[in-house]
């Protein structure tokens, strides 16, 4: 079956794809960084309650609390780069979602349970005495099996190659096992996520500490040791999916492509700067590097995808219609709700309340 | 087609969507209009100073909170999965259309969870004035996604100007945007007090219990106003054909409609209810009844919106299965299997046809159908069909009830499909391709001597092909009523047509007596003729033998209507039965002749092939109640009748009581189709395309079945195509009348139909049934014989009911065309398979061979050489070229 003859005919654009690669590239970043807050908040979480058994524990109870924003933030922000990666790349997606289809809307009914769990671990923390294991234990295996089917679908979609196997089960209950890269992936998105979990518990009882809510920095250099452990085990996992990619386009991020390989080199760079400073009990400055690092990832990420699916499409090639009147409406919007989301952020911090992550 | 199809078998047909997308919208309408009663709520509780309601009110946002945000928000990515994983071309469609409505609509999105999350995680510790507007924002963010989401939604149902200009603008304002908006703001305020009832059920303090309960009451009950209101106006705003989908075409609809208006009645009068004194119990009970009423009201409301844009996904755009219009123009030029993508068989061989099939199935099908699930279930649906009555259902697709998508693709390609359905999916066994003869006897010729006999008796029946429906518990189209028609001659230099002191008698052959013992036309007569008939008596009184009367314009004697049935007593079927007739001397009481000719009377009628059932008698005909139950079925689906519920309730019709007809003289009901018009012009829209087996699949002509009615002379080299055009061309040509009368359901069944003898519509010479037929002299001219290969009778009718060859005379204006012809499709030569002389008996007895009557010699009834003819041009000259040895 040749795959050419599979991928679906894609539709027309409203305006330079440009623009959404832009808008993609910026919400994705801004979801991968709450999602790894969110699910590496609950590893920690999850480890902490297993050491401490019943005794409250408070940074297991800080994070209780944060657990829900962090769920509603990370599927809110999840909306934004599924909406224009389906504007760009839609004829690759929506055929690897239907490959895939039993896990991939499996993912609703799973991160509705997680989520419960979660409001349960928060609402209930002191109530459930040991038994509060169990909901975080549950929202954390969820995640994490969300996580997977996330990195099965996303490396399916680039590989068209692999989708004849439709024909032989059109059930919905493909995956992308047998992909070298997914393993790597996957892991690579997991420790992320355990690093920036432990980056944000340092920020916050670093912010605590100024404030005096917290009496000591202990709570800050365990977060930053788990940033620091899951960094260096990143970098592990990073090696690992580099060498997982197919020859030729591995070859572009190690000196075949000047712009793919400085990107990685730059990120792989802020990776180990964000160390130093982690080590150095800077949180604040390894907050810059990470978000450096992150963005720079993101961007790799991006160029890997197109690397994957040249040989078939490039989104330079969508037709565009030119009708820019609603992005105008969009942008508009944009700039309305977020003065109003500030505004609401400052009535609720002037009530002395802490309402968002 | 695009896209690979999820295969889903049980949890298809729509069933995820139902799961999913109607709990979501419910929420989500609670979303917005539980925003607004949580802010005018507090302000209550701030107006009259109540610490309790305002207790009240932070309790319920949390019970809010996790509803809609939780429940709500991620149901709502998830109806997102559903419909790209169900649909994906129509959801890229969407996608890029609207991609920056949904974009906006996502910025409200994060502005209700920031603002539902201060409002929530600050009550009571913010300022009244910042938490008020904080709730106030909660409610526009959350209004204004309904608004974005409602102009993308109805966008799907009337695109408006978006189908010519492809605009945002023109598709998002469309024309029911705005009702729609009115509509569902009204529904979301309605159910803000609906899940009030719930969380007020559960407040302490009886007093400010009882005073939330009316409260509420008042949510549901005012908006209510304000929704049916508005729901009007939506109604009004949507387009003729939508309306009509949803009130006539599709029958499943109206299901909805019901539950829609029944879940309407709960809200209003368990609103009313709840707000009267009863036990607390009692009111809890009531509230969550009022609950589920409200799932079901709107579950009812957005399937009939889903409902109405049949068969389109995006109306007038993309259809229920994905396929686009321009696609489908390809499709139909290329193939579907060329066109279509995600299949792996290009080229249908016998080898491969079901996996074929199969793949047609899945991306043409099941984007609707269930196998074996709870909604739209194919198994169901098919389950009675045979491979040809499968196709001929796809061929009939998106015609008539347009509630469907049509099939796409080549004929090939649907019966690939039709045997899959068929053969896989309802494991039914091949069907054998011929029937076992009947075994009728051979028929034994009278006697007649030249020499001596002064006498030749002709008869006749004078429907060489004829039909009875032994249906008639549930419904009758065609009565056992055989007329038979006799003339005799005086033989001599000048023979003499002989009409008066003559009695002619008529007699069925032995086991044929007694009718009633093998159909139930008698039990029935009642209810479908309006009269009550003796067993074995006739609508006219006819029994099973008899004398004829003489019918003085046609100079024949007549016995009409004769209740034969096609069923010897040794239950066997027999369509040609035997009339022994004689004619008797009424003064000396002698037997001056004596012949025998056939009554056909076959109830080898096909409607089994389509509407399932089997035979009933000797697998080789009659009706089976399986099979005329669901010819009602149909009958009361695609035209809101109730004929089944009658039937069974002892009450079946003749079809003709409402459709009139010229045969059996009915009136029926002004404004309908005549009987043949719409019998023919329905069944033509799903068999297009064909030969001779569109006749022979109703009517008893099939070339291998146990009847095989066309037995005349033109058996031989023409067929039904060749006198009444294709089924197309013969429906338009009753059609076209029934336009012309000004019949209002006529274009309907005109629209998709095409001729296929004559170039267009205009072409076809409109016709009223059973008086303009073909005429015999339009291929033989001034009475000659005609090229059988380029004869061609269609289009050109009889003038009116005297010029049917039934009803002519010869130029003497004595003898009837059918005396010496015989029956229409049993003409002179006749071959009967079942039997090679029972359908030429006269001839044979009287001289010796099977042609017309005085093919040879005029000494059948002339005592004396003649040298010209009285009857017909040409006789002479067929008469020199057929003598012995010329």
């Known amino acids: 079956m040749d795959p050419a003859r599979l991928i679906p005919s894609p539709d027309t654009i409203p305006v330079h794809w440009g623009w959404f690669q832009a808008l993609l590239t910026l919400t994705f970043i801004l979801h991968i960084l709450v999602m790894n807050t969110m699910l590496g908040s609950g ?25 829900p924003y962090t769920i509603a933030f990370t599927v809110n922000l999840g909306v934004a780069p599924l909406l224009f990666v389906q504007v760009l790349y839609g004829q690759f997606i929506y055929t690897s979602s239907i490959l895939m289809a039993v896990y991939w809307l499996a993912v609703i009914g799973l991160v509705i349970v997680a989520y419960y769990s979660a409001y349960l671990y928060d609402f209930k923390f002191d109530a459930l005495g040991q038994a509060r294991l169990i909901f975080i234990a549950v929202t954390v295996l969820i995640l994490t099996v969300v996580a997977l089917i996330f990195t099965n679908n996303m490396t399916l979609m680039l590989r068209p190659g692999s989708w004849g196997r439709y024909f032989t089960n059109p059930g919905g209950t493909l995956l992308n096992l047998s992909d070298p890269m997914l393993y790597p992936r996957y892991l690579h998105f997991i420790t992320a996520s355990v690093a920036v979990g432990g980056l944000v518990q340092a920020l916050i009882w670093s912010l605590k500490y100024k404030s005096g809510a917290a009496h000591t920095r202990d709570h800050v250099t365990s977060g930053l040791n788990w940033f620091m452990g899951a960094t260096c085990v990143q970098m592990v996992w990073g090696l690992w999916f580099l060498l997982s990619l197919p020859g030729s386009i591995r070859a572009l991020f190690l000196g075949g492509s000047s712009l793919h390989t400085a990107l990685l080199l730059l990120a792989v760079l802020g990776g180990i700067l964000s160390l130093v400073l982690a080590a150095r009990q800077r949180e604040w400055q390894a907050l810059w590097a990470l978000l450096s690092t992150v963005t720079l990832m993101v961007f790799t990420r991006e160029l890997l995808r197109s690397a994957f699916l040249g040989a078939w499409f490039t989104p330079a090639n969508l037709t565009v219609t030119g009708e820019y009147s609603p992005m105008v409406l969009f942008l508009i919007s944009l700039a309305a709700g977020l003065v109003l989301v500030v505004y609401m952020l400052r009535l609720a911090a002037a009530a002395g309340k802490e309402v968002a992550p | 087609m695009n896209y690979p199809v999820w295969e889903l078998y049980t949890a298809g047909g729509g069933f995820l969507i139902a799961l999913i997308a109607v709990v979501h919208v419910y929420v989500a309408h609670f979303a917005v209009g539980g925003g607004l009663f949580l802010v005018l709520t507090e302000h209550k509780a701030y107006r009259t100073d109540s610490a309790g309601m305002l207790a009240y009110v932070k309790q319920h946002t949390r019970f809010f909170m996790l509803v809609t945000m939780v429940f709500g928000g ?44 201060v409002y929530f995680y600050t009550f009571g510790k913010m300022k009244q004035g910042p938490h008020l507007q904080i709730g106030w924002l909660y409610f526009i963010f959350a209004w204004l996604s309904l608004f974005l989401v409602n102009g993308i939604i109805d966008f799907m149902l009337t695109p408006g100007q978006w189908l010519d200009t492809g605009s945002f603008w023109a598709g998002f304002f469309n024309p029911t945007m705005l009702p729609s908006l009115a509509f569902r703001t009204a529904i979301a305020l309605m159910f803000a007090g609906v899940f009030g009832f719930i969380t007020s059920m559960f407040i302490q303090e009886k007093d400010l219990r009882e005073s939330m309960i009316r409260y509420c009451c008042l949510w549901v009950l005012i908006p209510f106003a304000a929704m049916l209101a508005s729901g009007l106006w939506y109604f009004h705003a949507l387009p003729q054909p939508v309306k009509t989908m949803i009130l006539k075409r599709s029958p499943e609809l109206m299901t909805y409609v019901k539950l829609f208006f029944t879940g309407s009645a709960v809200l209003f009068v368990g609103g009313i209810l709840l707000a009267l004194k009863s036990p607390l119990p009692m009111k809890k009970c009531l509230a969550f009844l009022v609950l589920a009423m409200g799932l079901v009201f709107m579950g009812g409301f957005e399937f ?30 290329d193939g579907f299997l060329a066109s279509a993508r995600w299949v792996s068989q290009r080229e249908i061989t016998p080898k491969n046809q079901l996996a074929a099939g199969k793949e047609i199935f899945l991306i043409q099908c099941t984007p609707c159908h269930s196998m074996g699930g709870p909604m739209k279930d194919i198994l169901v649906r098919t389950q009675k069909f045979s491979v040809f009555g499968m196709d001929s259902m796809l061929d009939g697709l998106g015609k008539i009830n347009d509630y469907m998508p049509p099939f796409m693709g080549t004929r090939k390609e649907r019966e690939a499909l039709a045997s899959y359905i068929v053969s896989d999916l309802q494991m039914k066994p091949e069907e054998p391709a011929a029937t076992a003869r009947p075994q009728i006897g051979t028929a034994s010729i009278p006697e007649f001597n030249p020499k001596t006999d002064q006498y030749v008796l002709l008869a006749w029946n004078n429907l060489g092909m004829h039909c009875i429906s032994d249906s008639d518990p549930y419904w009758v189209l065609l009565p056992p009523a055989n007329d038979l028609f006799a003339q005799l001659i005086r033989r001599g230099p000048l023979p003499e047509l002989v009409t008066e002191a003559v009695s002619i008698r008529y007699q069925v052959e032995p086991g044929f007596e007694t009718p009633s013992r093998h159909v139930d036309f008698w039990k029935n007569v009642k209810s479908n003729f309006g009269k009550d008939l003796e067993p074995d008596t006739g609508l006219s009184g006819s029994r099973l033998s008899g004398e004829m009367h003489m019918n003085k314009e046609l100079k024949a004697f007549e016995a009409n209507l004769i209740p034969v049935v096609p069923y010897p007593d040794n239950g066997t079927y027999n369509p040609y039965p035997l009339f022994s007739i004689e004619a008797i001397d009424t003064q000396s009481g002698k037997r001056l002749a004596l012949t025998k000719t056939v009554a056909p009377t076959a109830t080898e009628m096909g409607c089994k092939n389509c509407h399932g059932g089997e035979w009933r008698v000797n697998g080789q005909a009659g009706f089976t109640d399986a099979t005329s139950r669901d010819v009602l079925l149909a009958h009361d689906k695609n035209s809101g009748t109730r004929l089944l519920e009658m039937a069974e309730k002892g009450q079946p ?37 064909r030969g001779t087996e569109a006749c022979y699949k109703c009517h008893p002509s099939a070339p291998e079945g146990p009847t095989r009615c066309l037995r005349g002379v033109h058996a031989d080299t023409l067929d039904c195509t060749s006198c009444h055009g294709f089924l197309e061309d013969h429906a338009l040509s009753l059609l076209k009348q029934e336009d012309l009368d000004g019949k209002p359901g006529a274009k309907r069944l005109m629209a998709h139909l095409k001729p296929r003898k004559v170039p267009t519509i205009d072409a076809i010479n409109p016709r009223t049934p059973w008086v303009n037929e073909p005429d015999c002299l339009t291929c033989h001219k001034d009475f000659t014989r005609p090229d059988p290969a380029t004869a061609d009778g269609f289009n050109t009718w009889t003038k009116g009911i005297n010029g049917l060859y039934r009803m002519r005379h010869d130029d003497s204006e004595v003898m009837m065309c059918e005396a010496c012809h015989g029956s229409p499709h049993a003409i002179y030569p006749a071959k009967n398979v079942l039997d090679p002389d029972r359908d030429s008996i006269q001839p044979l007895q009287y001289q010796g061979n099977r042609r017309a009557m005085g093919f040879q010699r005029c000494s059948v009834c002339h005592t004396v050489e003649m040298e010209d003819t009285l009857h017909h041009p040409m006789q002479e000259v067929i008469l020199r070229e057929n003598q012995p040895g010329a």
């Open chain 2, 653 to 689: 019709r003749l079809c003709q009581s409402c459709h009139p007809d010229p045969v059996l003289g009915t009136k029926g009901t002004p404004g309908l189709l005549n009987f043949p018009a719409a019998i023919h012009g329905w069944h033509a829209n799903y068999l297009t395309g």
């Open chain 2, 74 to 117: 991620v149901t709502g990515v998830g109806i997102w999965f559903t419909i790209a994983l169900l649909n994906p071309g129509a959801t890229s469609t969407l996608i890029h259309t609207f991609v920056f409505g949904w974009a906006t609509e996502w910025v409200c999105f994060t502005g209700e969870i920031v603002a539902l999350f």
């Open chain 1, 43 to 67: 590893i920690l979480a999850l480890v902490r309650e297993l050491k401490t058994g019943s005794d409250p524990d408070p940074v297991s109870r800080d994070i209780s609390k944060k657990l």
């Open chain 2, 304 to 333: 009939l919106r889903e409902g109405g844009r049949k068969p389109w996904v995006i109306y007038n755009h993309t259809y229920a299965n994905a396929i686009t219009k321009t696609d489908q123009d390809r499709i139909n030029s």
